[in-house]
Protein backbone atom coordinates (compact mmCIF):
# COMPACT_ATOMS: atom_id res chain seq x y z
CA UNK A 1 0.00 0.00 0.00
CA UNK A 2 1.87 3.16 -1.51
CA UNK A 3 -0.33 5.78 0.73
CA UNK A 4 -3.48 5.58 3.16
CA UNK A 5 -6.75 6.70 1.61
CA UNK A 6 -8.36 9.63 1.87
CA UNK A 7 -11.28 8.92 3.76
CA UNK A 8 -8.46 8.06 6.90
CA UNK A 9 -7.30 11.51 6.69
CA UNK A 10 -10.43 12.70 7.01
CA UNK A 11 -11.41 10.88 9.62
CA UNK A 12 -7.82 10.98 11.63
CA UNK A 13 -8.10 14.91 11.42
CA UNK A 14 -11.61 14.11 13.27
CA UNK A 15 -10.46 12.03 15.45
CA UNK A 16 -7.90 15.18 16.34
CA UNK A 17 -10.42 17.93 16.39
CA UNK A 18 -12.27 15.98 18.85
CA UNK A 19 -9.88 15.59 21.40
CA UNK A 20 -8.76 19.33 21.26
CA UNK A 21 -12.22 20.03 21.86
CA UNK A 22 -12.79 17.92 24.67
CA UNK A 23 -9.48 19.14 25.90
CA UNK A 24 -10.10 22.63 25.42
CA UNK A 25 -13.80 22.15 27.32
CA UNK A 26 -12.07 20.29 30.39
CA UNK A 27 -9.45 23.08 30.54
CA UNK A 28 -12.28 25.75 30.56
CA UNK A 29 -14.36 24.15 33.59
CA UNK A 30 -11.25 24.07 36.17
CA UNK A 31 -11.80 26.46 39.33
CA UNK A 32 -9.86 28.89 40.44
CA UNK A 33 -7.93 26.33 42.81
CA UNK A 34 -7.27 23.70 40.80
CA UNK A 35 -5.49 26.31 38.62
CA UNK A 36 -3.48 27.79 41.66
CA UNK A 37 -2.76 23.88 42.64
CA UNK A 38 -1.86 23.34 39.65
CA UNK A 39 0.97 26.51 39.52
CA UNK A 40 2.28 25.80 42.59
CA UNK A 41 3.07 21.91 42.04
CA UNK A 42 4.66 23.36 38.63
CA UNK A 43 6.87 25.49 40.41
CA UNK A 44 7.79 22.93 42.85
CA UNK A 45 8.74 20.39 40.08
CA UNK A 46 10.95 23.65 38.87
CA UNK A 47 12.13 23.72 42.07
CA UNK A 48 13.06 19.94 42.38
CA UNK A 49 14.51 19.48 39.12
CA UNK A 50 16.97 22.78 39.57
CA UNK A 51 17.81 20.96 43.25
CA UNK A 52 18.58 18.06 41.76
CA UNK A 53 20.74 19.58 38.47
CA UNK A 54 22.61 21.64 41.13
CA UNK A 55 22.06 24.83 39.47
Keep these: MDTL???????????????????IMRNRSRTRSDRILTNEATKQNYRDENRRSGA
Excluded: H, N, S
Design 5 to 23: PLWTWFLGAFLLGLALAWG
